[in-house]
């Protein structure tokens, strides 16, 4: 399948790329970046808490029809309106409502590029206190030298410290896989 690369070397493949690149181009033409995506995140927020809005939305037993029908009432009860409304009736009537939460991601992803911000996956046994989350934030924002879009995961598998992912590094200190090391260091040992 064909890429394109956005600015930021993140690839944006397929429908779901075009989609968001067209929708961004539209957004930074009209100076709604930030609407469309708050829009966008809303809507996002709906799929993650909705069970019968993600079968909508990855189902193709529905026709465009009722999909543009129920993506209305959905929009029109959670207030999203403006371009975010129209690109998600757009999705419903072209059929690619299937592709809608890559669509958000990248859509994401070229916001992120433009305010040369970068993204960093942190993942952690428990919930850090507003201090710790700071320092963090701090660290990897000298490492990266850009504002960093911190994406927090509680994982208690972890047992402890910390996984970062920071662009292509990852960095596992996690207490989880130095078990898993002296594990293996002893069974070798034997």
Avoid: H
Avoid at 115 to 123: C, D, M, S, T
Avoid at 143 to 167: N, Q, W, Y
């Amino acid at each position: 399948m064909a890429q394109n690369a956005s600015e930021s070397g993140s690839p944006l493949a397929g429908v779901a790329g075009r989609y968001a690149s067209a929708l961004f181009e539209l957004a930074r033409d009209e100076r709604a970046v930030d609407a469309v995506a708050e829009g966008l995140d809303r809507f996002d927020a709906l799929l993650t808490e909705s069970a019968d809005l993600r079968r909508l939305v990855r189902s193709p037993a529905f026709s465009a029809e009722d999909q543009v029908k129920a993506i209305e009432a959905v929009l029109a009860k959670a207030g999203i309106g403006g371009l975010a409304g129209n690109f998600i009736r757009l999705s419903a009537a072209n059929r690619r409502l299937f592709a809608l939460p890559d669509m958000i991601r990248a859509y994401r992803e070229l916001v992120r590029a433009s305010k040369g911000i970068v993204r960093a996956e942190v993942r952690l046994a428990e919930q850090p206190s507003d201090a710790v989350l700071q320092d963090i934030k701090a660290s990897l924002k000298d490492v990266a030298k850009a504002e960093v879009d911190l994406d927090l995961r509680i994982d208690p598998s972890l047992i402890g410290g910390i996984v970062v992912k920071l662009g292509s590094r990852m960095v596992d200190a996690s207490l989880r896989t130095k078990l898993n090391s002296i594990r293996l260091a002893m069974q070798g040992a034997r």
